[in-house]
């Protein structure tokens, strides 16, 4: 039985719901050692900016169970460079680049939409509202959701591509700020960036991260982004989502699509093992096939909960 | 050209409650290894640890005349612990080789060099020291440790270099001097000797008094820089080194093997 594993996300249509996240996949050329980009359902790279960025001192990084914590800060080569001198390689090797961006303030936003515009070569644009380890921008728009609206308005009309929003778990309730994306111009979501955490060095009672907090990410965070797929599907249930957050093998990408996701990003467990990306791709062609499943895209959104009992019992 | 690879446990000799040494095979990824290049290691298939951990391969070599690398280890955590106890035939995930090897191209026998190893920094000059004795490099060896037990491979160093060629420091003087390496090296250039160049690896304070002793002298000099990394090849951007230039060098790919002056001693 053959396959189908394209998915489409609103525009945005994609050979197989396999991608990566960004800040874990480089610019994909790192990868190509170890990955046929062009097998891949999209690459979302690292965070642009308009001018090129160097990021936070180290420590940047440290170890938690079944994950770690990161404050690099969004270092990047710019997105001048990146048009330049990355994305014809990626498009000679076939990839499907998200090209993932960020600024400090609103108008930086604007200007780095502005600069790749509606350039084809980039098949979507994802803004990311949601780094936890920015002094500026960042989190300012992923917590708030006026702030958020706003700024989705102003870059939709900046481009033609569709446009992801790349929303925080930081908050109390993700419809709220999924609504103000959507509301204003967001065509797809995506789900989600990292928890804001702390690790302690207990000898030096110091933060194992110079940032002091850093997000969290890994296996460790898997249900509570599967939750708020879910919780996000069942609000805005025609709005495309793009799900992460821990994703180690197969059965957590079928995971993520009965949650509700139409695709995932495989994010740091890109680190542990470069080849993986590529591989999820035939095993969810694999499992597929061994579960009776045609389409893959029959498995976005399925998920069966039982009811929830209005009284206490005994 | 990394690879990555499953590669069995071939032996696992320890030399005392933390120093070990994992020799693995060599896969495709030995022959490929320079001197200074490391590799990334998996300890178990569990989630604690998470990450893969960056080892300098200390040497490409045989166990039992089976091609082999091997990594000298200190446990200090759960990932080099668990590494320690893995079973003789234990396939592990290795990611190699990787990063900036030391610069080598023009070292000739008719060169005089100086190889500068504290405590388990000794790593990546063990398999430096194999390749400038195979190019007959006249190299003299200085190497410090607490005591004589953070001293390693010490009878390897003194077949590649010859004997008389290696000087020790320990802190409580039970090998060699009293005192730091970085004073050894300071008396031999004060005594009139000359090198080429001066590689190192080991902990921040002895690169830091190093940094000042080449630059004074005007010595050209390599040292293998350790961070704690997530990937291993230029993504992650978690094992960054800060430059003069007021950026951030990543450790993996643009070192580890780099001139210190490459370094902003003062940020790091």
Not at chain 1, 77 to 102: M, Q
Not at chain 1, 211 to 230: E, K, N, Q
Not at chain 1, 237 to 265: N, R, S, T, Y
Not at chain 2, 109 to 136: C, Q
Request: glycine content about 10%; charged content about 20%; some cysteine.
């Amino acid at each position: 039985m053959a396959v189908d594993l394209s998915v489409r996300l609103g525009r945005l249509a994609l050979k197989n719901p396999i991608a990566t996240a960004s800040g874990t996949f480089g610019y994909g050329l790192e990868f190509v050692e170890f990955v046929p980009l062009g097998k891949l359902g999209a690459i979302s790279v690292k965070g642009l900016s308009l001018r090129p960025c160097f990021g936070n001192p180290p420590p940047r990084i440290c170890e938690t169970d079944a994950g770690m914590l990161n404050a690099i800060g969004l270092q990047n080569i710019g997105v001048e460079a990146f048009l330049a001198d990355k994305l014809p390689e990626l498009i000679r090797l076939g990839a499907t680049v998200i090209a993932n961006v960020w600024g400090d303030t609103e108008d930086e936003y604007v200007a780095v939409v502005e600069r790749i515009g509606s350039d084809r070569r980039v098949a979507a644009i994802e803004l990311n509202v949601s780094c936890p380890n920015v002094v500026k921008g960042g989190l300012i728009f992923g917590n708030n959701p006026q702030a958020l609206g706003a700024l989705v308005k102003r870059v939709r009309e900046a481009t033609k591509l569709p446009l992801i929003v790349k929303l925080s778990p930081n908050v109390t309730d993700i419809t709220v700020t999924a609504k103000a994306a959507v509301d204003n111009g967001a065509d797809i979501l995506s789900l989600i960036n990292t928890l804001v955490g702390l690790s302690i060095d207990i000898e030096t009672r110091q933060p194992k991260i110079g940032f002091t907090t850093g997000g969290l990410s890994g296996p460790a965070i898997r249900p509570v982004a599967v939750r708020m797929v879910w919780e996000v599907r069942k609000v805005l249930p025609k709005v495309p989502i793009f799900g992460m957050g821990g994703i180690e093998c197969v059965e957590h990408v079928v995971e993520f699509l009965i949650a509700g996701a139409d695709a995932v990003q495989v994010g740091t467990a890109n680190f542990r093992d470069p080849t993986l990306s590529a591989r999820l791709v035939e095993d969810l062609a694999r499992w597929c096939t061994a579960h009776g499943v045609r389409r893959v895209s029959d498995l976005t959104g399925t998920l069966r909960t039982r009811p929830r009992p209005e009284h206490r019992f005994g | 050209m990394p690879v990555n690879e499953a590669l069995r446990v071939l032996r696992t000799v320890h030399y005392d409650a933390t120093h070990y040494s994992l020799f693995l095979q060599a896969g495709s990824i030995g022959p490929a290894t320079k001197p200074g290049q490391f590799a990334m290691l998996q300890a178990g298939e569990g989630l604690r640890p998470y990450l893969r951990r960056a080892f300098s391969i200390a040497d490409v070599t045989k166990v039992a005349g089976v091609p082999a690398m091997e990594f000298v280890i200190k446990a200090v955590g759960i990932g080099t612990g668990m590494l320690g106890r893995l079973a003789e035939g234990t396939p592990i995930p290795v990611l190699g080789p990787l990063g900036v090897p030391f610069p080598l191209d023009d070292v000739t026998s008719a060169d005089r060099v100086a190889v500068v190893a504290g405590g388990i920094g000794l790593a990546p000059l063990l398999l430096l020291s194999r390749e400038l004795s195979a190019r007959g490099v006249s190299t003299d060896l200085f190497y410090g440790g607490r005591n004589e037990t953070d001293i390693l491979k010490r009878a390897d160093f003194e077949r590649f270099l010859g004997p008389h060629r290696c000087r020790y420091a320990t802190d409580d003087g039970s090998l060699g001097r009293k005192g730091r390496v970085t004073d050894l090296v300071s008396q031999a250039l004060e005594s009139g000797v000359r090198w080429k160049r001066l590689f190192a690896c080991g902990p921040l304070p002895m690169f830091r008094t190093l940094a000042t002793i080449v630059q004074e002298a005007k010595l050209d000099a390599s040292f293998a820089l350790e961070s704690e990394m997530a990937c291993g090849f230029g993504v992650c951007l978690g094992c960054v080194a800060p430059t003069p230039d007021g950026r951030f060098a990543t450790v993996c790919t643009e070192g580890p093997c780099v001139s210190p002056s490459a370094v902003d001693w003062s940020r790091v």
